[in-house]
């Protein structure tokens, strides 16, 4: 495996290479694509959570002004391979908002106008807007094939869970739901398509975090080969998950514009955006632990139920909790079980963790529950529970094998910066002077660098500038600098000349895109390979042109240079001008440049603890974060400035479930926080200065020991402030409230309690 050299720029906090065309307005998003004769579109989208379509009338809609056409299932399936499904409903909706037809106008006004006088006649059929009503005897099933609207139902024992129950002196149960959340991305999803007269085929520029997953399954849908379909992935303004794979009007467009043969554009409305955007979370966990009374956990068990929505595109949620269930603990025996339940609402996937923040949520209560009834430190429970790093590689009981991890070692550093004591110290005082104060601790683990593969093509120009190209699809990670920083080391680059290239699937060999922290862990290591690859040949044309032996030469400050001999040396310009110029050895091939494709052995497992420090005031309510202490161990850190950022995105977000967001319905499954009005996306001024410190501890699955850290911060946040807003209130007898913690909700428990 190719090993990375840290010099001058990895490892340095360096500035963003892409800042400044997005700072300066010279970046191109999806909205920002003007095309001759383009045309929009809107689409008119079901009223009703469930129902039968009796008829839908389009004559007034398409006699409107500037209306270029009204499209239903059945237009478009003309367009499409036979039986392919074009994402209009056809006799039936199952949530509210359900694509059911499509306008096509020379404005967007004129779109949206249309899309208003286009008349669906429904007949309405009983709603299940919650996994209580969705699984309640007798109730109305989403699909014939889906019997009590069950979806995915997967279980996993490992270990003597019945005998520790039995014999454990300390038993806690506990009923948890991590809500309902949108991930609110800064630009709503977007998709603009063209007709392709080269390849008879199509362009689709799409706000996606996966171009090749875009592609190949807007292709099947046309019936055209995989060179007929181009995706170019621009300007991304936040993903966050939910724009990982193709969305009803990805196919809707590619269809559009192949019948009309004219280009097309469609931007989410954030309304839209809100109702029709893939949720996150969604979940009720019922947990049950066996402990010792030192706080040492016997056994786990816990059953999850997913609410799926009205498809089950996330049907590996549910499972994906299960398997993580035992977080950072050396927990002997697991009784897990894994339900999806649809119900008439929008469904739910990929929302920044994908089912790893909720069971590290549930964990992480878990632990403090133990610490009640034992009366233990929440920081000694999980000491006491922490996997050993001598155990690593290790394989949990939920099947999950575990790369690398020292979990004392970062909950040490964190109780070290955060002045834990000094903090319990402070908490008591406060108590005394009537004031309720919070400490919440939070250990986690997650995983991370999914497959299967990833892959870049790395070409030294002539000149000595470097173009990459990267099957990952970068929309603020920051991988055009972490790459270059990594070029500029491996190859003695000049950083400012490379170059990096992704998003379009006309230029970059296949990939997997960007999510689930892969970017960096994946596609960096995909990167190395052809980094080694091109610095191999580089070695030996220097040694070469400098009349020396390939073991005799080192890179040292951007020169290839002879060992001892600091002035016979040669750039990396001057390589690539030999390697194109014939100046090469015999048996060498001219040029400079590698494809390679990474396949990762397993993923990896990124870990951390955070404390949280809250006041809640008990006549009003309100929760105040007053500290906030991150201490996260993603391996290598390539530039400490993008993790750092990456970490304050995902506090805010697990802060902002914790305390703030929540998607909700009624009980007919039409929507109540449907605008920026009644979706509480947190301020910058909630939040204090967020204090963030980190361990290292490097990962063997990838050349450059990298871990992976876009999601941890969310993980880790959820369940240090539940916590910190539970320890808060435990002079009121309360040992659980479910999140968000709003002031109303927070004093509605208050008075309950009596106390």
Not at 61 to 79: I, R, S
Request: one cysteine or more; charged letters at 20%.
């Amino acid at each position: 495996m190719a090993s990375l050299v840290i010099s001058e720029y990895v490892g340095a906090r360096v500035r963003r290479k892409e800042d400044p065309r997005l700072i300066t307005g010279r970046a191109t998003y999806v909205d920002d694509l003007r095309l001759p004769g383009m045309l929009h579109v809107a689409i008119v989208r079901s009223v009703y959570a469930h129902a039968r379509i009796t008829g839908i009338d389009t004559s007034q809609a398409a006699a409107m002004p500037g209306v270029f056409g009204v499209y239903t299932a059945a237009d478009l399936q003309k367009g499409a391979v036979e039986g392919a499904f074009t994402s209009l409903a056809t006799d039936r909706v199952r949530y509210l908002g359900e694509p059911v037809a499509v306008v096509v106008a020379e404005s967007a006004y004129a779109a949206r106008d249309a899309r208003d006088a286009v008349v669906v006649d429904y007949e309405p059929l009983p709603v299940v807007a919650s996994i209580e009503a969705a699984m309640a005897e007798g109730a109305p099933q989403l699909y014939d094939d889906k019997p009590g609207n069950i979806a995915v139902d997967v279980t996993h024992t490992q270990g003597d869970v019945a005998g520790a129950f039995e014999r454990a002196p300390v038993v806690v149960k506990q009923r948890i739901v991590s809500q309902r959340l949108s991930g609110v991305p800064m630009e709503p999803r977007a998709v603009a398509a063209a007709p392709d007269p080269t390849t008879g085929g199509v362009t689709v520029w799409s706000s996606t975090q996966a171009p090749h997953w875009n592609r190949k399954a807007i292709a099947g849908v046309l019936g055209l080969g995989l060179s007929q379909v181009r995706i170019i992935a621009p300007e991304v303004g936040g993903g966050f998950g939910v724009k990982i794979g193709a969305y009803p009007e990805d196919f809707i467009l590619a269809v559009l514009t192949r019948l009309i043969n004219r280009p097309v554009k469609w931007i989410e409305t954030r309304s839209e955006n809100f109702q029709v955007t893939n949720h996150g979370r969604a979940q009720i966990a019922d947990i049950e632990v066996a402990a010792e009374k030192n706080g040492k956990i016997l056994a786990y068990r816990m059953t999850v139920m997913q609410d799926q929505g009205a498809d089950a595109r996330g049907a590996y949620l549910a499972p994906t909790t299960t398997s993580m269930a035992v977080g950072c603990y050396d927990i002997p025996a697991i009784e897990t079980r894994a339900m999806g339940i649809l119900t008439n609402t929008m469904p739910v996937s990929a929302y920044r963790g994908a089912g790893r923040p909720e069971a590290a949520y549930y964990i992480e209560r878990a632990i403090d529950l133990v610490a009640d009834a034992t009366g233990l430190d929440p920081a000694e429970v999980r000491r006491v529970n922490f996997i050993p790093p001598d155990k690593f590689p290790v394989t949990t009981v939920t099947g999950e094998r575990y790369d690398s991890g020292e979990y004392a070692k970062a909950l040490d550093k964190a109780l070290e910066v955060s002045g834990y004591q000094q903090l319990r110290q402070m908490q008591a005082e406060a108590r005394q002077q009537g004031r309720y104060v919070g400490i919440g601790l939070a250990s986690y683990v997650e995983i991370c660098g999914f497959g299967p593969f990833e892959s870049s093509h790395v070409r030294v120009e002539p000149t000595g500038s470097v173009s990459v190209y990267t099957g990952i699809s970068p929309h603020g990670q920051g991988q055009e600098t972490t790459f270059a920083q990594i070029v500029a080391d491996n190859l003695g680059a000049d950083f400012d000349q490379v170059v990096v290239h992704h998003g379009d699937t006309s230029n970059t060999p296949e990939g997997n895109g960007t999510m689930g922290s892969r970017g960096l862990a994946v596609g960096g290591g995909a990167l190395m390979l052809s980094v080694e690859q091109i610095r191999e040949k580089a070695f030996k044309i220097a040694a070469h042109l400098l009349e020396a032996s390939v073991d005799d030469i080192e890179l040292v400050d951007g020169k290839y240079r002879v060992k001892g001999a600091p002035d016979r040396g040669v750039t990396l310009a001057e390589i690539a001008e030999a390697a194109y110029g014939g100046k090469i050895p015999e048996d060498m091939e001219p040029g400079l440049e590698a494809t390679n494709f990474f396949k990762p052995a397993d993923e990896t497992f990124p870990f951390g603890t955070h404390v949280a420090v809250v006041e809640v005031f008990p006549d009003t309510g309100e929760v105040k974060l007053l500290d906030y202490y991150s201490v996260d161990d993603c391996g290598v850190r390539i530039s400490p400035m993008l993790v750092e950022g990456q970490v304050h995105g995902g506090l805010a977000q697990g802060i902002g479930q914790a305390l703030w967001e929540e998607i909700r319905y009624d009980e007919n499954g039409q929507l109540l926080t449907g605008t920026l009005m009644d979706y509480a996306v947190p301020k910058a001024s909630y939040f204090p200065v967020f204090k963030t410190d980190a361990t290292v501890t490097p990962t063997p699955i990838n050349p450059l020991g990298a871990k992976g850290i876009g999601e941890a911060a969310t993980i880790g946040s959820t369940p240090a402030v539940a916590n910190a807003v539970i320890d808060a209130l435990e002079p009121f007898g309360i040992t659980h409230l479910d999140i968000p913690f709003t002031a109303e909700k927070v004093w509605a428990a208050i008075r309950q309690s009596g106390n």
